[in-house]
């Protein structure tokens, strides 16, 4: 843990360059551009560094709040009502923003439906995204500790077994 060395946050990998956002699609942004080609994931990187907030890592408590690990910082740890729940806030005062934000949500959405903490708002809203991508939904099944519609989930998974069949 004391070799921890926080990068730059990343949307996704360098070299995935799967992320398409709808809303950046609508206004006309294609997919492959000056940023090459993850420019929606660079568009949603740039969105988030003007945060200008630093990379940490905490330790999360049983009573929601956090410790900070790695080296000593001035900065106040935030508390529970500051990690947001999936990962990202997504109260931007922006609305193109908070659509930027939305999207790339739904496209993690089969990974988030993993976290434990999620309530059921949150999961609600995420099961049938996830559904859309039945391949990697079916891929992290048993990871995903809860369902509140578990028909539709078992229906995701035959779609992905399909098409793993016609492959």
């Known amino acids: 843990m004391a070799d921890m060395r926080p990068g730059r946050w990343q949307a996704a990998r360098l070299a995935e360059h799967g992320f398409v956002s709808p809303s ?7 997919t492959r551009g ?44 935030p508390g529970a009502q500051g990690f947001p729940s999936l990962g990202l806030r997504t109260d931007w005062d922006d609305e193109q923003e908070r659509e930027l934000i939305n999207d790339y949500l739904a496209w993690r959405s089969p990974q988030l439906l ?6 059921d708002v949150q999961r609600s809203w995420l099961e049938p995204l996830a559904c859309r991508q039945a391949v990697e939904l079916a891929a992290g099944y048993r990871l995903i500790p809860r369902f ?11 779609e992905a077994r399909l098409r793993h069949a016609v492959r």
Do not use: N, S, Y
């Open 24 to 30: 950046l699609i609508a206004r006309g942004i294609p």
């Open 34 to 77: 000056e940023l090459g080609p993850r420019q929606h994931a660079e568009q949603l990187e740039r969105q988030v560094r003007q945060l200008g907030q630093q990379k940490t890592w905490f330790h999360r408590l049983a009573d929601g709040g956090a410790e900070r690990l790695g080296p000593p910082d001035d900065r106040p740890v």
């Open 148 to 158: 509140l519609d578990l028909d539709r989930i078992e229906a995701a998974r035959v």
């Open 114 to 119: 993993m976290l434990q903490d999620i309530d």
